[in-house]
T-cell receptor, first 116, second 116 residues
Framework: AQKITQTQPGMFVQEKEAVTLDCTYD???????LFWYKQPSSGEMIFLIY??????QNATEGRYSLNFQKARKSANLVISASQLGDSAMYFC?????????????FGSGTRLSIRP | SAVISQKPSRDICQRGTSLTIQCQVD?????MFWYRQQPGQSLTLIAT?????????ESGFVIDKFPISRPNLTFSTLTVSNMSPEDSSIYLC?????????????FGPGTRLLVL
């Protein structure tokens, strides 16, 4: 069974600093995908970044990058130059297999607060 | 990216009644899913909505309580039946999309349900 662990329930970061949100996962599958989502107070789930287990390079999307360490089964999200608008809940998620038929399982989330 | 809309956006319902939530995607997608997010919690998958066949339910969720329809590749409904206050949650529709070699999964804005 797959499992996602986010050990940081909450984080406070000064504006313009970089922040790393931790995520570890457990799966017996060799093929899987990892996702990060942002959920602001409005409640919408915003897709941020995706990393496939066979992707050789770490995924990047603008200020977001995914520090993928396959041997350690970690997929940390790095946000560079944080902004006040980055304050939100962040969820790490995993889907086994390169197939849309598989379900996504979510971690418990990290609440990120950016201080001005 | 796929754009997903849900109706209603929120509702207040009486105990014992049922509510049907609609989910519309602006393009044909292979997989659609329904999630529940209880207050202060992460997302929990209720079921996978299969086009042309019965939905696949996760452990703890049953068809009698959460009947799901998916008549085509762009539309699905979730009914919350015989509601109790414990059903007060955000219900989110999600769809998988595979474009340009990238797997993504998008979410609708959610339906906030309060059961009195």
């Amino acid at each position: 069974a797959q499992k996602i662990t986010q050990t940081q329930p909450g984080m406070f970061v000064q504006e313009k600093e970089a922040v790393t949100l931790d995520c570890t996962y457990d799966t017996s599958d060799q093929s899987y995908g990892l996702f990060w989502y942002k959920q602001p107070s409005s409640g919408e789930m915003i897709f941020l970044i995706y990393q496939g287990s066979y992707d050789e390079q770490n995924a990047t999307e603008g200020r977001y990058s995914l520090n993928f360490q396959k041997a350690r089964k970690s997929a940390n999200l790095v946000i560079s130059a944080s902004q006040l608008g980055d304050s939100a809940m962040y969820f790490c998620a995993m889907r086994e297999e390169y197939s849309s038929a598989s379900k996504i399982i979510f971690g418990s989330g990290t609440r990120l607060s950016i201080r001005p | 990216s796929a754009v997903i809309s849900q109706k209603p956006s929120r509702d207040i319902c009486q105990r014992g009644t049922s509510l049907t939530i609609q989910c519309q995607v602006d393009s044909q997608v292979t997989m659609m899913f329904w999630y529940r997010q209880q207050p202060g919690q992460s997302l929990t998958l209720i079921a996978t909505a299969n086009q042309g066949s019965e939905a696949t339910y996760e452990s703890g969720f049953v068809i009698d309580k959460f009947p799901i329809s998916r008549p085509n590749l762009t539309f699905s409904t979730l009914t919350v039946s015989n509601m109790s206050p414990e059903d007060s949650s955000i219900y989110l529709c999600s769809a998988s999309d595979h474009r340009d070699g990238q797997e993504t999964q998008y979410f609708g804005p959610g339906t906030r349900l309060l059961v009195l």
